[in-house]
């Protein structure tokens, strides 16, 4: 087995084992660091020693040892007398429940922040070292780390228990662990800040947390229309910049780069997720995404069907992006005056206030319509808003464009 073998086994098992040891011993901070031990001794030993025949079972043990060990230390400090806790003799059996959801629930509890949320999630569920978060996001080390440590308090201080949640309120934390997925993969797909214009690091960790997901909830229509969405998103990573790192605009795309294989896949999760009795938001977008999959180029893409699916979108979870998306595919159907005409309603949303995407679409749809001035206006005042320094780059090479051709007029 290789290294990278061994990397992907280690990610793969450690929310397994974590979780079990939530489950039967209830701290969630000691639990985790007795996980990171046991995985550091696995990335020591197996190499060297072969992967033993029941690998989740050996991270288990040793994880498990660590922690009792551990607690068998403090209760001695402060009491130096033995107590039921630190007697704890460390289980043989192993059972074979995967607590991979139970645990995406606990990092997603809802007395959390979403920031606070995603970090826990990719440290305890991902895997992901504090240094690899922050650099993910941009911020100190240090920064993460006092973020992170302030979630296992919240959640301590929350009083939350590792059992699932039942009725509403599951189906409630569901849509958190969704909505948080959601925001890692975007985060990966487009930088909010930074040089690059994508982290695929964190894409891919996204689409295998919801792989996880989906493989414990196979016939819930958001789980599966996440993924989908997530795989036909990701498979036109390769043709969304050039070999420089500028950013390439979809309808640009050299679209025989698009990887097939992930194109296949979502598409045939995306209409399995429209089978299911109601339509949430993941299943929508995942249909839009399929759509521009089917089309071989940019010109065929079936526009009418975009737009109708986003309506349908803006009805059931209404949203400034939404209705911004829609006036993209509302200037595509019926020209970009049309498109023009609904961004005039989102000006008066606080939201969308001086959002360098609203410039950004109503810049292109002026330029289309022929006002090269307010194209130019608008495309400089989208890179100025922007954290991105590929999307700056964009617009600002679109706002130079204009300005020579206004000089040559």
Known sequence: MTAPDFEDLLRDLTPQVLGTLVRRYGRFEGCEDAVQEAVLAASVQWPEEGVPGNPRGWLVTVASRRLVDQIRSDHARRERESATTAAEVVPEDVPDTDDTLLLLFLCCHPSLTAASQTALTLRAVGGLTTAEIARAFLVPEATMAARISRAKQRIRAAGSSFTPPEGAEREERLRVVLHVLYLIFNEGYTASSGSELHRADLAQEAIRLARMVHAQLPEDGEVT??????????????????????????????????????????????????????????????????THADAATAEETDWAQVHALYLILERIAPNPMVTLNRAVALAERDGPEAGLALLVTLDGDQRMAGHHRLLSVRAHLLERAGDRTGAYDHYRRAAKATASLAEQRFLEARARRLQVELRTQ
């Open 225 to 290: 229309g996440l993924l989908a969405l997530m795989l036909l998103t990701h498979a036109r990573r390769a043709a969304r910049t050039t070999a420089a790192g500028d950013l390439v605009p979809l309808g640009e795309q050299d679209r025989s780069v698009w990887d097939r294989d992930l194109l296949d896949e979502g598409t045939a999760l995306a209409k399995a997720a429209l089978a299911g009795p109601e339509l949430g938001p993941y299943q929508l977008q995942a249909a839009i995404a399929a």
